[in-house]
């Protein structure tokens, strides 16, 4: 065990981050209108990406440095090749108590056994209509039946799933019931995220944003009083809520409109290599060239927990000095 482990990622403003989310790849085999920039995405050179020995290696020093969860995004990581074996490497990293998976479903059928025995622990699946029209203009791809099956099957293999349901006002906040009715229905627990300036063709506004507020009317007005579930079971960000007979649990990620910067313990990892403590860190602090230049884990983790402490309030600062504005941030390239 190396000596440099009593080192602790924290910010000035004294949040410890536990929870690394690592972008496998910025590429994406889904359009997504509120994510995908429409035309011209300019994918990183094979080069830029972090190959799976130099994730591990970071993985690593995140963990001495005090990360405990570790969840691989993207775009779509499932368009990694092998990612199984990433995830086994990860998992025998000491320290490491989690792995999640977040991924749009639509290569994961095939991927589920492999995924199980890889030591994976959760998969949270994207989906935001029910509604086979719906689900191509939304995401340009014909694959709701696809993504359904493959939500069943990761269900059926005993992995931990969950639904991300990004509600866009005019979009989709006429299915919210639908979506809560089948966190009742299935046992999944859907969480609903409100619409963040991350978008990369700028689309955002914030008459779009459907709020938390209006989505807990409408699943109230046909199920009742939602209550919020026992503070051991609240898993950040999600505010879990559930229902007068306890049948299902729906969360709530409401970033724009009730942002919880100040429980904030996530940092990230660029695909091309770049350290976020924020999702709203814009670039971010380089990290690739201390790996490929040939930094000893010590250097970097010096430098880890020096760009921990310059950690800025959040979003939340963001909205008080300026409100927000479209496209402060690639929500592809940094992994949601
Ligand atoms: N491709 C995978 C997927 O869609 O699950 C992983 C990457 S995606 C960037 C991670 C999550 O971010 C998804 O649940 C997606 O719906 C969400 N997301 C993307 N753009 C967003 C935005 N502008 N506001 C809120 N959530 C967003
Ligand atoms: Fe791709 Fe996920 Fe973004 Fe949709 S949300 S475009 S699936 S990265």
Redesign the pocket.
């Known amino acids: 065990m190396t000596k440099y482990m009593k080192s602790k990622l924290i910010d000035s403003y004294g949040r410890i981050a536990k929870k690394l989310r690592v972008s496998v790849t910025d590429k994406?085999n889904?359009r997504?209108g509120?994510?995908m920039p429409k035309n011209n995405t300019k994918w990183f050179d094979s080069t830029e990406v972090l190959t799976f020995e130099e994730i591990v290696r970071l993985s690593s020093i995140f963990a001495n440095l005090g990360v405990d969860k570790i969840r691989l995004?993207?775009?779509?990581?499932l368009l990694r090749p092998s990612i199984e074996n990433l995830i086994k490497s990860i998992a025998n990293i000491q320290h490491i108590k989690n792995i999640g998976l977040?991924?749009?479903g639509l290569l994961l059928l095939d991927k589920v056994e492999a995924l199980k025995s890889s030591g994976l622990d959760s998969v949270?699946?994207?989906l935001?209509s029910f509604n086979e029209q719906r689900f191509r203009t939304i995401t340009g791809i014909n694959g709701l039946n696809k993504v359904l099956s493959s939500i069943q099957k990761a269900k059926d293999a005993g992995i931990d799933v969950k639904l991300?349901t990004?509600v866009v006002r005019g979009w989709n906040d006429d299915e919210v019931v639908e979506f809560a009715n089948f966190a009742r229905c299935t046992g999944i627990t859907v969480r609903f995220?409100?619409?963040?300036?991350?978008?990369g063709t700028g689309i955002?506004r914030s008459d779009l944003v459907f709020s938390k507020k209006e989505m807990v009317e409408k699943i109230e007005s046909k199920f009742g009083k939602i209550f919020a579930v026992s503070e051991q079971e609240i898993s950040a960000p999600a505010k879990l809520y559930s229902f007068s007979d306890r049948v299902g649990t729906i969360g709530f990620i409401p970033?724009v409109t009730e942002p919880f910067c100040n429980q904030c313990d996530r940092i990230r990892l660029t695909s091309d290599g770049k350290f976020l403590t924020c999702l709203f860190d814009n670039p971010g602090y380089e990290i690739k060239s201390f790996l490929r230049g040939g930094a000893s884990d010590e250097e970097i983790s010096q430098y880890l927990v020096r760009y921990m402490t310059m950690k800025q309030e959040g979003v939340v600062s963001l909205i008080r000095i300026n409100g927000l504005k479209p496209k402060l941030n690639l929500?592809?390239t940094i992994?949601?």
């Open positions: 994406c889904m997504c509120y994510c995004t993207g775009g779509e990581p977040t991924t749009n949270n699946i994207s935001d991300n990004v995220i409100e619409f963040m300036p991350l978008d955002w970033s929500m592809h992994g949601g």
